[in-house]
Every structure is written in structure tokens, then in C-alpha cells.
């Protein structure tokens, strides 16, 4: 049986799920994901566009263009303004998913950190995880 990822927004307006298993979880220390997130680093899910759908409400959406050149569509709670993926068109098939809006975070650990060379002094990466000092694929 497929493992069942389920999630949404702050205010609940939005609702998704995700079956199957995340095909990567990664941080990114980018400071476009930093002002995303207000946080340090942003959480990334990805899993294959197939295995994503909304089950609840509808997202609206914007673009831009991220440091390393890609144009990203990224999808929001039109209410709340929560961030509940994004998709960048170098990567067709693909949804990368926030996973701070998975209902049950507890298992999330990220396998790589990408743009870390824009990453926090006082972020701590654990030993023998990959890192990337910018974007390492297309």
C-alpha cells in the first residue's frame, strides 16, 4: 500500500494529498525560500505531479524567477496566504510540495541542502548530508 501524505493551509481553506513516498525532502538555504518561510530555510517535498492533488479549495498562483534563472509557479491559499507548492518548469512531472503543511511533520528530515552558500552562520547542516553551495540540477 502507497503511503498517503495529507495536508493544507493555515486556515484550512486548502487541502491536498500526496500518494506514494517523497521522492526527496530537501532544505533550501536560498533567500528566496527565506522570505517564503520567514524562517531560516525552506522544507521541500518532492513527489511526482500524478501523485499530488487538491482535495480541497483551489490555489491561486504567481511566477518568478529564481536565483538560479528557473521560472517557478508557485501555488498559494488565496485566504490565509499559506504556500502550499511550487512547480519549476525545468522539472516537468514534479511538485514540490512545503512540507511544513503536511499534517504530520514527524518524519521529515532533509536528505540535501541546496543554496547554502546564502544559509544562516547559526544553521547548524548535520554532518554526512549532502549540500550544494547553489542549485545542483536543472
Not at 500500500?1 to 484550512?12: E, I, L, P, V
Not at 547553489?134 to 536543472?138: A, K, L, N, R, V
Given at each position: 500500500?502507497?503511503?498517503?501524505?495529507?495536508?493544507?493551509?493555515?486556515?484550512?481553506t486548502i487541502r491536498f494529498e500526496a500518494m506514494g513516498d517523497a521522492l526527496r525532502?530537501?532544505?533550501?538555504?536560498?533567500?528566496?525560500?527565506?522570505?517564503?518561510?520567514?524562517?531560516?530555510?525552506?522544507?521541500?517535498?518532492?513527489?511526482?505531479?500524478?501523485?499530488?492533488?487538491?482535495?480541497?479549495?483551489?490555489?491561486?498562483?504567481?511566477?518568478?524567477?529564481?536565483?538560479?534563472?528557473?521560472?517557478?509557479?508557485?501555488?498559494?491559499?488565496?485566504?490565509?496566504?499559506?504556500?502550499?507548492?511550487?512547480?519549476?518548469?525545468?522539472?516537468?512531472?514534479?511538485?514540490?510540495?512545503?512540507?511544513?503543511?503536511?499534517?504530520?511533520?514527524?518524519?521529515?528530515?532533509?536528505?540535501?541542502?541546496?543554496?547554502?552558500?546564502?544559509?544562516?552562520?547559526w544553521v547548524a547542516i548535520p554532518e554526512g548530508v549532502e549540500t550544494y553551495e547553489?542549485?545542483?540540477?536543472?
Open positions: 500500500m502507497a503511503t498517503k501524505h495529507t495536508g493544507g493551509c493555515q486556515c484550512g525532502i530537501h532544505a533550501c538555504h536560498c533567500t528566496d525560500c527565506q522570505r517564503q518561510s520567514g524562517s531560516a530555510f525552506g522544507m521541500t517535498m518532492v513527489v511526482a505531479e500524478a501523485d499530488f492533488r487538491l482535495t480541497q479549495g483551489e490555489v491561486n498562483t504567481f511566477t518568478l524567477t529564481s536565483d538560479a534563472g528557473r521560472t517557478k509557479l508557485g501555488g498559494f491559499c488565496p485566504k490565509c496566504g499559506t504556500r502550499i507548492y511550487h512547480k519549476v518548469e525545468s522539472r516537468p512531472g514534479f511538485v514540490s510540495v512545503k512540507a511544513g503543511t503536511l499534517d504530520d511533520t514527524s518524519g521529515l528530515s532533509p536528505q540535501l541542502h541546496i543554496w547554502t552558500r546564502s544559509k544562516q552562520g547553489t542549485q545542483p540540477h536543472p
